[in-house]
C-alpha cells in the first residue's frame, strides 16, 4: 500500500490559514481581545529596527504570553501600515511542517500571497522555533541572505534558545526575554490600576515616584490570589484553571520543561532526579542550601547537582541568590546561597494554594518579591548572612561594590510594633554607613526614625507593585 505524501497545496492552505489578515486585515478577535502585556512597548521597537542585520529572539518560560505578543505585534504593524502580505507568522511545530527548513518555508509564503520574485521588506515571524534542528544556523544564514527583510523567532525551550543564540548568533541576533508576570502586569491585566495611587517618596535627598492604595486589603487580596495564581496571564484570568492549577502547570509547564526541553538539549540521564531535586526546590523557595546539604540529601554528587541547578536557571524555572558578608563583600567560595522559584505560583501548583495566614506565607512574599528583582536582569540582588545576623535584600553600588540599599522582608506588622528587633537591619546600617532601609509590613505605610537611622514601612504588596512598575520605566 502506497504512503500519502503531503502535496505543496497542502503546505500552502496551512500557510495561508496560519495568517487570516492577508484575507481579513486583521489577527483572529481571540487574541486581539487580550490585552498586551505591558513589556509589548520594549519588545516592539526590536521588531522594526532594520538599522542593523539581527533577527530577534523572543524567549521565555512557557505560557508566558510569546505567542500572544507576536499577533499583538503583527496587528501593531499592520495599524501602522505594513502591507499584511508582507507579514509572515509560521508556527515550527505545525506536524505539516516537519523537516522543512525555514528559508523553504519563507519561499512557500511568497508563493501563497503570489511574491515569489519579491524578496524585501517582509516581516517573518517563526513560532516555537526550538522545533527545527540547527535553527540556529539556518536563521543566521537568513539573516545574512535578505538582510531587507526582519526575521523573528520565539520558542518556549529557553535554555536551549539562549544556549544556541549565544554559540552561533553572535552579532546576528537580539535576545528579548519575556519573563512571567509582575505584580504591577498582574494588577494591569485584572484591570485594577483603581486600587493604586500614584506618591513621592523621598529617599537620601531624591525624590522618587511611588505607589500607595485605596485599600489595602482589597489589595493585599488580590496579591496572594498573585502568589498563588499570577505568573502566567492564562492562569491569572482564568478560574477554571485557577480550580486545579496543578494540572495546568504541572503538566504544561514544569513536566515539559524538565521531561522534554532539558533532557533533549542538555542529555539529562535520569530525569526522576532531576525532578527531585526541583520539588525539593520549590518546596523549600527563599530557603538557604549549600552544595554539600543537597548532595547529601538527594544522594547525588555535587558536580550533578551543579548542573541541575544550571540547567533549571536557564529553564527560568529558579534563580540562585549569592550571599554576601556583613560588610558587603561576596565570598571566594559560594559554599551557601538561596534559590527562588521565578514566580511563587509554581509552589502553589506543585503542592497547593496558600492564604495570608499560611505557615509559607512569608517565604513565599519574600519569593514574590525577589521575582519582581529578577526582572532587572541588569541588576543582581545579594543576601547578606553572617554569623549572628542576616539581611533579605541588598543592593551594591556598581561602581564600588558597597552597599547602597537594604531591604527586611517581612509579612508582619510586628516589627513596626517593635523596631528594637530588627537587631540584623541595624547592625547591617550601622557597618556600612547606611542611615534608611526599608522593612515590608502587611498594611502598615510609615517612616520611623529608631536610634541614628530610618526605617520605611512599606506594605509587601505596594513595594512589589513599586518594583515591577519602576523596572519597565
Known amino acids: 500500500m502506497a504512503l500519502f505524501e503531503i502535496t505543496q497545496e497542502q503546505i500552502l492552505n496551512r500557510i495561508r490559514f496560519e495568517n487570516p489578515w492577508w484575507k481579513d486585515g486583521a489577527i ?10 505591558l513589556y ?20 521565555g518560560p512557557r505560557r508566558v504570553g510569546k505567542t500572544v505578543m507576536i499577533f499583538h505585534t503583527i496587528q501593531e504593524l499592520i495599524n501602522s501600515g505594513v502591507d499584511p502580505k508582507k507579514i509572515f507568522y ?19 509564503c511568497r508563493k501563497a500571497v503570489g511574491k515569489e520574485d519579491d ?37 518556549s525551550a529557553a535554555a536551549a534558545l539562549k544556549l544556541k543564540s549565544n554559540e552561533s548568533g553572535a552579532g546576528r541576533f537580539t535576545d528579548f526575554t519575556l ?14 490600576e483603581s486600587l493604586i495611587i500614584p506618591k513621592i ?28 495564581y499570577g505568573g502566567y496571564p492564562e492562569v491569572s484570568l482564568s478560574k477554571e484553571i485557577q480550580a486545579d492549577p496543578g494540572r495546568y502547570i504541572k503538566s504544561d509547564i514544569v513536566d515539559k520543561v524538565l521531561l522534554r526541553d532539558l533532557p533533549s538539549l542538555y542529555g539529562i540521564q535520569d530525569v526522576q532526579e532531576l525532578n527531585s531535586l526541583f520539588t525539593t526546590i520549590a518546596f523549600n523557595s527563599g530557603n538557604e542550601f549549600s552544595y554539600d ?19 533549571l536557571e536557564a529553564a527560568f524555572l529558579i534563580r540562585v541568590v549569592n550571599r554576601i558578608d556583613q560588610n558587603g563583600k561576596k565570598f571566594k567560595r559560594a559554599n551557601y546561597f538561596k534559590i527562588y522559584l521565578t514566580n511563587p505560583s509554581l509552589r502553589s ?70 523596631p528594637n528587633e530588627l537587631k540584623s537591619l541595624s547592625s547591617f546600617l550601622i557597618k556600612n554607613n547606611l542611615n534608611k532601609a526599608i522593612v515590608t509590613t502587611i498594611d502598615i505605610s510609615d517612616e520611623i526614625k529608631f536610634d541614628n537611622y530610618i526605617f520605611d514601612y512599606v506594605p509587601a504588596s505596594i513595594y512589589c507593585y513599586a518594583i515591577g512598575k519602576r523596572t519597565l520605566e
Open 179 to 192: 519573563p512571567p508576570l509582575t505584580f504591577h502586569e498582574f494588577i494591569h491585566l485584572k484591570d485594577l
Open 293 to 311: 546539604s543537597l548532595s547529601i540529601t538527594s544522594g547525588v554528587s555535587k558536580s550533578t547537582i551543579k548542573k541541575y541547578i544550571q540547567y
Open 119 to 155: 524578496i524585501d521588506g517582509y516581516y517573518i515571524f517563526f513560532d516555537e522555533i526550538q522545533y527545527l534542528k540547527n535553527w540556529e544556523i539556518h536563521l543566521k544564514s537568513l539573516v545574512d541572505s535578505y538582510h531587507r527583510s526582519k526575521f523573528i523567532v520565539s520558542g
Open 349 to 418: 501548583a506543585l503542592f497547593s494554594p496558600i492564604n495570608s495566614t499560611s505557615s509559607i506565607m512569608g517565604n513565599m512574599v519574600e519569593t514574590a518579591v525577589y521575582a519582581q528583582w529578577f526582572h532587572r536582569y541588569w541588576q543582581t540582588p545579594f543576601y547578606s548572612r553572617w554569623k549572628n545576623g542576616e539581611v533579605d535584600i541588598v543592593g551594591l553600588k556598581p561602581s564600588t561594590l558597597k552597599p547602597q540599599w537594604a531591604v527586611e522582608i517581612k509579612w508582619s506588622n510586628r516589627y513596626y510594633e517593635k
Open 40 to 59: 509589548f512597548d520594549e519588545f516592539y521597537p526590536l521588531v522594526l529596527d532594520n538599522s542593523v542585520k539581527r533577527a530577534a529572539v523572543l524567549m
Open 201 to 228: 517618596k523621598n529617599w537620601n535627598g531624591k525624590d522618587l515616584e511611588f505607589f500607595d492604595t485605596i485599600d489595602i486589603n482589597e489589595l493585599n487580596d488580590h496579591f496572594v490570589d498573585y502568589i498563588n
Open 90 to 108: 509560521l508556527s515550527i511545530e505545525t506536524p505539516i511542517f516537519n523537516g522543512i527548513g525555514i528559508e523553504s518555508l519563507f519561499n512557500f
Open 28 to 37: 483572529d478577535k481571540f487574541y486581539s481581545a487580550m490585552k498586551k502585556r
